[in-house]
């Protein structure tokens, strides 16, 4: 699903500070003074959703798509991105498995040691992911370097027990970013024999609670949620990204999956209190990088560019 350019325009006019496409945060920053840059910081965000096994680049065969994507290219297009910004998080937001071949015949290892080489920080839990099984979820992830985030899978009764958690705070150059995962109803979408006796929360109130606590309890300056729920759905009573942040608050920016909707930047939503919540999500197969600059202000953020970066 495609979603019009003016979502940018939309982006940066919000937010209140126009940023050029491309330009990094230490850009965005520079003033006079060692006070000044003392009490000012930036982070940069980095993110992929549904992945879905897509190690090489589509093949050159003609298709829309032909050429893109490919973790190799990522790898290059990622460390270009950190050699650039001081303070930067990766995250992914599921549907890491299934898709391509790697998957039928080494279910999930190739694709979580790749995510663990390019470093990234966090990742939550997409319904493909069940789709070797919840032990085969249990071996796979036990490989990553980075935390696998999910908020509201109660996995007590499951062997997944204790092999995810439900957020993770980081501080980058003195802010704190709360992060939370959010997974999508697993019943009707995922094989029972997939995911057994885990218990599905409703992510509303599991989503208000666990922002209240990042923001109240962990005294998070940022708070950004990597949901499956998916962007939007028209006529189905279905708990999306765009009702998530209608109906919370103290959520900062959703990092979207799962509907493989291809946003070239940001959109907002506001939350109960009014406040716009920032919704992204790049598509499917790894063919775009979302990229979110973030600039702070003792603590606050004040300033924010974004965009979709094609892996090419």
Not at 183 to 199: F, W
Not at 240 to 269: W, Y
């Amino acid at each position: 699903m495609d979603v019009s350019a003016s979502n940018r325009r939309q982006f940066l006019k919000l937010f209140g500070t126009a940023a050029v496409v491309g330009s990094v945060a230490p850009d965005i920053l520079a003033s006079s003074g060692n006070v000044a840059r003392a009490q000012r910081s930036s982070l940069t965000i980095l993110h992929t959703n549904d992945v879905h096994s897509r190690l090489d680049p589509f093949p050159m065969d003609g298709s829309r798509n032909a050429g893109k994507g490919g973790v190799a290219r990522r790898a290059t297009l990622i460390k270009k991105i950190r050699q650039e910004s001081p303070n930067v998080l990766l995250f992914d937001a599921g549907d890491i498995f299934q898709g391509t071949p790697y998957f039928n015949l080494y279910k999930g290892e190739p694709e979580i040691l790749a995510m663990s080489k390019l470093g990234y920080d966090a990742g939550t839990i997409g319904n493909h992911d069940f789709d070797g099984g919840i032990d085969n979820m249990v071996t796979q992830f036990g490989k990553a370097s980075f935390p696998i985030l999910i908020a509201n899978y109660d996995f007590r009764n499951t062997v997944m027990d204790g092999k995810s958690t439900p957020y993770k705070v980081f501080t980058k150059d003195g802010v704190r970013i709360g992060v939370f995962g959010l997974g999508i109803q697993p019943e009707g979408l995922i094989p029972k024999d997939a995911y057994k006796e885990t218990k599905y929360l409703d992510p509303v109130e599991i989503g208000n609670d666990t922002a209240a606590k990042l923001r109240s309890g962990e005294k998070c300056d940022y708070v950004i949620c990597l949901s499956h729920l998916g962007f939007k759905y028209d006529n189905e009573p279905k708990i999306s990204d765009v009702v998530l942040a209608g109906k919370t608050r103290n959520i900062d920016l959703i990092i979207g999956g799962h509907t493989h909707t291809f946003l070239d930047a940001p959109v907002a939503v506001n939350n109960s209190d009014g406040q716009p919540v920032w919704i992204n999500q790049v598509g499917f197969a790894g063919i775009n990088l979302g990229r979110i600059d973030l600039a702070f202000e003792r603590g606050k953020a004040v300033s924010s560019a974004g965009q979709s970066v094609e892996v090419k």
